[in-house]
């Protein structure tokens, strides 16, 4: 698996308007639906997976990251897409800290293999700290695809 | 095998099965490391040779961690019995997960 097998350029967020959860969450989602991995009537259904999975316990997980997460039915595989906070979000981080980077997944009801696949290979490569400051300075989509393509190439595994 | 002693440098090594229905995903790697904090002890988990630190949600998202995975848990210092207890025990009832 890479991450352009379920991050697709065209979703991308470089520069978040929101600055809160609910705000961020719902960017994201209707950027995902332009790509159409995911149907457009489903944006609220999608949203309120999300939010409903929030309220189980923030996904911010930590050092700027979150991975806000849910399964619904519109998705036949695992998609996401990525955002990017420059000024930091308050999205109730479990270590307290404001949230710079966002990776949302959806995944079908019973993929739980496919969404644990996933994260995996995020985590993996959001463990590279050489990736984290560049993707933490990108300020386009093309920056993004690029970083993303470059470590899908490999060029941060650790 | 668990090799447990209640000294400053104790280091306690267990093998685990992972019962998590749904694997190692975000919310009980982070009630893992809610866990794992509490106690001073360094906290490894290992999986096919890739190594986390139990301490971090990142760490252990990166193993990919799936029902039924076999995990060798490592913690070291001075309360690592009990937090070897603790922490196999999470991972063994699969976090209360149904």
């Known amino acids: ?158 | 095998m668990s090799r447990q002693q209640d000294e400053p440098q104790a280091e306690c090594v267990s093998e685990v099965e992972l019962r998590n229905p749904t694997g190692l995903h975000t919310r009980p790697a982070a009630t893992f490391v809610d866990r794992a904090s509490k106690f001073r002890a360094e906290v490894l988990l290992l999986k096919d040779g890739r190594e986390a630190n139990g301490k971090s949600i990142l760490d252990l998202l990166a193993l990919g961690a799936e029902r039924g995975a076999h995990l060798t848990l490592i913690t070291r210092g001075p309360d690592a019995a009990a937090a070897a207890e603790v922490l196999r025990g999470m991972l063994e009832t699969g976090f209360d997960e149904t």
Do not use: W
């Open chain 1, 1 to 158: 698996m890479k991450l352009t097998d379920f991050l697709f350029p065209g979703a991308f967020v470089p520069q978040l308007a929101s600055n809160d959860k609910e705000g961020i969450i719902r960017e994201l989602v209707e950027a995902l639906v332009r790509t159409r991995k995911a149907p457009r009537g489903s944006v609220s259904g999608i949203v309120d997976a999300l939010l409903e999975r929030e309220r189980l316990g923030s996904t911010g997980i930590g050092k700027g990251i979150a991975v806000p997460h849910a399964k619904h039915r519109s998705v036949r595989e695992v998609v996401g897409t990525v955002g990017l906070g420059p000024q930091g979000v308050d999205f109730a981080a479990l270590d307290g800290e404001l949230v710079y980077v966002f990776f949302l997944l959806v995944s079908p009801p019973n993929d739980s293999a496919g969404h644990l696949a996933a994260l995996e290979l995020i985590a993996q490569t959001l463990k590279h700290e050489t990736f984290c400051r560049f993707l933490r300075q990108c300020r386009t989509e093309q920056e993004l695809v690029e970083l993303l393509e470059e470590a899908d190439q490999g060029k941060y595994a650790l």
